[in-house]
């Protein structure tokens, strides 16, 4: 069941929505009756899931109650472990034995297991809850209360990356509290911004990057730079509105419900340096890569050559996290790499006083930003290479006439990724609930749920991640 879809918004959400608030006086009733939803929600995609949602979510509650009865010391690592295992048979098995039988020359066949919808994102949720008791805290919570933050169904899929300590406090309190209307039309602002952000941008870009994309893979054909350019600057939005728009309905739901979930992107786009693109993208990403990984590598406690190791083999898992490919380890190399050398220039520079003109360096990160998503998008280095060699003008600078949709896609999307505010700036910040406002609103919502219903509805680009 996708959000930017008719069933999920008109015959999924409203009776969730109505029996969450007619149960709102019973914690127990309403939190049952969230996860049931939740798994009804997720279920949707493959019945056959639920069973490792629910066992997992079972056996990661169980370790932690066992540990906080003091039954072990090492019950967090074997939860952990537990969790890494599950993660990389489903999502890493075929990858390391295709890896390992391609060193050694010797023919396989791939066991072509279906990914469990989300398994990053619940698995990782798992994982910063038990490293978080190892290190010390002694939170400890009701089935139900972790069920709930487990199976959440807005955040379920692709994030945010909600930490336990962030969610479960709120599920004590009232959903129909001071302020529950205004809650509801933000929260319902916030998911139609989401939702045109969508099916608006991210779908009507969508067709040329993959035809470009497509041209490329077929025996390597030319691809003039226009037509680079053009399919590499759509990806750069596609990929931007398609993820933040799944982030801004996630939290318009959950504001919806009465809870608040993270921020996750901060306009990436304006970022002046790599080091500020990674405070905007993928912000709860950011933050467990730095947490659970970083900081336990030895972080910026080290000396500088030591530290940029840090860095990169943390971008590194954090590209493989991504996927299953060596484009994605590759891309997160990538990004390691300038980040390791962006932080010994600043220090290099600021000690003597040099500076990037802000214009050079949101320049420059940008254009390093597109060219590291050529990678991303690529299934392959052959098909990343030729893309890349396109952008250089190696196969000639043809092109193609653009549709005007596409076109005005495109112009329009950079506007607001540029330019405009933020969606949480807009539905969380400016944007006061007005009746004046709700038939402008509501019309933009049944526009884009009118869109929805003329095209297929397509997945969001992270729930393969």
């Not at 050694?104 to 990053?120: C, F, N, T, Y």
């Amino acid at each position: 069941m996708l959000f930017n879809s008719q069933v999920f918004v008109l015959c999924f959400l409203p009776p969730v929505l109505a029996g969450w608030y007619l149960l709102a006086g019973v914690r127990a009733a309403r939190q049952a009756w969230l996860v049931g939803a939740s798994l009804v929600f997720y279920g949707w995609w493959d019945v056959r899931y639920v069973p490792l949602l629910v066992g997992l979510t079972l056996a990661n509650w169980g370790i932690a109650r066992a540990y906080g009865a003091g039954w072990g010391r090492a019950l967090p690592a074997v939860g952990v472990t537990l969790n890494l295992l599950v993660l990389a048979l489903f999502k890493y098995a075929d990858f390391l034995r295709g890896t390992a039988f391609g060193v050694a020359g010797v023919p396989w066949h791939p066991w072509a297991l279906v990914l469990p919808l989300g398994i990053s994102f619940f698995v990782f949720q798992k994982i910063a809850y038990l490293v978080d008791l190892r290190r010390g805290d002694r939170h400890q919570y009701s089935l139900s209360d972790f069920a709930l933050f487990v199976g959440f169904f807005p955040q379920l899929i692709a994030g945010p990356l909600v930490r336990h300590n962030e969610i479960i406090p709120q599920f004590a309190l009232d959903p129909r509290r001071a302020g529950v209307w205004e809650r509801l039309g933000r929260g319902l602002v916030l998911f139609g911004i989401g939702l045109l952000k969508k099916v608006v941008i991210a779908d009507t870009l969508a067709p040329l990057v993959d035809r470009v994309w497509d041209h490329a893979a077929a025996s390597g054909a030319a691809v003039g730079a226009a037509q680079a350019w053009a399919a590499t600057g759509g990806y750069t939005l596609q990929l931007y509105f398609d993820f933040s728009g799944y982030s801004d309905m996630a939290i318009g739901l959950a504001l919806m419900f009465g809870f608040t979930l993270p921020v996750n992107f901060a306009a990436p786009y304006r970022a002046i340096s790599i080091r500020d693109f990674w405070r905007r993208w993928h912000i709860t990403l950011s933050r467990f890569l730095r947490d659970y990984l970083y900081i336990p590598l030895g972080g910026n406690r080290c000396g500088p050559w030591r530290q940029a190791g840090n860095v990169v083999a943390t971008m590194l898992l954090g590209g493989l996290w991504h996927g299953a490919n060596w484009t994605f380890v590759a891309w997160g190399g990538l990004h390691g790499g300038a980040l390791a050398v962006a932080h010994l220039w600043e220090g290099w520079a600021g000690r003597r006083g040099w500076r990037l003109p802000v214009p050079v360096g949101w320049a420059l990160t940008l254009l390093f930003v597109m060219a590291g998503w050529v990678l991303f998008r690529s299934p392959d280095f052959t098909i990343a290479a030729h893309m890349l060699a396109a952008l250089a003008g190696v196969q000639g600078w043809h092109g193609f006439p653009l549709d005007r949709e596409y076109v005005v896609a495109l112009a329009g999307g950079a506007a607001v990724a540029l330019a405009a505010p933020t969606s949480q700036a807009i539905a969380l910040g400016a944007w006061r609930p007005r009746l004046l406002y709700a038939l402008p609103a509501g019309a933009l919502l049944a526009w884009a749920l009118l869109l929805t219903g003329g095209r297929l509805p397509t997945t969001f680009i992270y729930f393969q991640f």
